[in-house]
């Protein structure tokens, strides 16, 4: 039985560039969240999504990021005109119910560098 | 004032001690509590669950004070892998998903 899969492990973009995230949550799970976590800092709430729905955006920038959980495949964070700023750690979690009262399943993180 | 806050740390003891966090939180709505454990550049791991009358796992105790808003977990005769970032977990206002404290980080010495 697999974990939250996340890929790629690390990605590497210059200024301008785009970046694409995906995250494959665990067998049975269907909800989904984002999180970041800078360098020295803590982790930060981004988006909570389940399938084909955003449920919680509160965390994300207003521009150039944006989160998507398709019925069909894995969830997809996307940065656009990624800026040094957006260099951090960004880890996606699943559970099984979303209530907000169960453990989180983490995957390993994709470490985005912006050049 | 942060959702959830901790010491950064780092709290630097010696194999065998006892050595105790905690974690203060500002939603008195709040209903799940956890410990999760962080070593340096990898995800988070669930440590324990954190209940009202307290529990105990091995080493690892966990307490919620629900009167004074806040979360304690002790840790009795460190180990050299006990060497981590102890991060404060609690569900937010909708309760549908969790917010991080900044993490308190430990280094056992030998």
């Known amino acids: 039985n697999a974990g939250v899969m996340q890929n790629p492990r690390h990605l590497v973009r210059r200024r301008g560039q785009e970046a694409r995230l995906r995250c494959s949550p665990m067998?049975?799970?269907?909800?989904v969240y984002w999180y970041r976590q800078l360098p020295e800092e803590g982790l930060k709430f981004m988006v909570y999504?389940?399938?084909?729905?955003?449920?919680?955006e509160s965390g994300m920038p207003k521009e150039r990021f944006s989160a998507e959980f398709p019925k069909e495949g894995p969830s997809i964070l996307r940065i656009q005109q990624v800026v040094r700023g957006d260099s951090a750690a960004y880890f996606c979690?699943?559970?099984?119910?979303?209530?907000?009262?169960?453990?989180?399943?983490f995957g390993s993180g994709t470490q985005l560098s912006v050049l | 004032r942060k959702e959830v806050e901790q010491d950064p740390g780092p709290f630097n003891v010696p194999e065998g001690a006892t050595v105790a966090f905690n974690c203060t939180y500002s939603?008195?709505?709040?209903?799940?509590f956890f410990w999760y454990r962080q070593d340096c550049r990898k995800e988070p791991k669930l440590l324990m669950s954190?209940?009202?009358s307290g529990n105990e796992d091995g080493r690892f105790t966990a307490q919620l004070n629900r009167a004074s808003q806040y979360i304690s977990l002790l840790i009795r005769d460190s180990k050299l892998s006990d060497s981590a970032t102890y991060l404060c977990?609690?569900?937010?206002?909708?309760?549908?998903?969790?917010?991080f404290g900044g993490g308190t980080r430990l280094m056992v010495k030998p």
């Open positions: 979690a699943s559970s099984l119910t979303g209530t907000g009262v169960e453990k989180l399943f």
């Open positions: 067998k049975g799970h269907s909800h």
């Open positions: 999504l389940q399938k084909e729905n955003i449920i919680d």
């Open positions: 939603n008195s709505a709040s209903q799940s």
């Open positions: 954190v209940y009202s």
């Open positions: 977990v609690v569900n937010n206002n909708a309760g549908n998903m969790l917010t």
